[in-house]
């Protein structure tokens, strides 16, 4: 019975030497000469000034998730344009209405003000 999971241990070993040798290969044969700029903290390109855990503005979020949501967006503008012909009216119907819930939610987050920084 133990024998018929042999080849899957054997898979399993020889994936998780595939992980591993290049990690460890890299750390033994990788140069090793920190430097003071190396080891020195940055944030953006100088120094760090405040903790690591300080508040960020909401509107930073709110500008993130707009970026998500247009990123998504084009995701599924891209495959809908290549079977449009095929899935015809009900298929252009739904994804005006999927580009009108986001015009609206885009214009919302505009009449609110989370767009201008000051």
Same mark, same amino acid.
């Given at each position: ?5 042999l080849?899957?241990l054997?898979?399993?070993?020889? /994936?998780i ?12 044969l990788?140069?090793?000469h ?8 940055? #944030?953006?390109g100088? #120094?760090?000034? #405040?903790d ?9 979020? $709110?500008?993130a998730? $707009?970026?998500?949501i247009?990123d998504?967006e084009?995701?599924f ?10 899935? /015809? ?10 580009l /009108? ?11 609110? /003000?989370?767009? #201008?920084?000051?």
């Amino acid at each position: 019975m133990l024998h018929n999971y042999l080849p899957i241990l054997i898979f399993i070993a020889v /994936g998780i030497l595939i992980g591993i040798l290049p990690l460890v290969a890299g750390f033994l044969l990788a140069p090793h000469h920190p430097d003071s700029e190396k080891l020195s903290p940055y #944030e953006c390109g100088f #120094e760090a000034f #405040e903790d690591a855990r300080m508040r960020f503005d909401v509107r930073y979020y $709110l500008v993130a998730i $707009l970026f998500i949501i247009f990123d998504l967006e084009i995701a599924f503008l891209f495959p809908w344009a290549v079977v449009l012909h095929g899935i /015809g009216l009900f298929g252009f119907l739904a994804m005006v209405i999927f580009l /009108g819930v986001l015009v609206v939610g885009f214009i919302y987050e505009w009449k609110k /003000g989370a767009l #201008e920084w000051e």
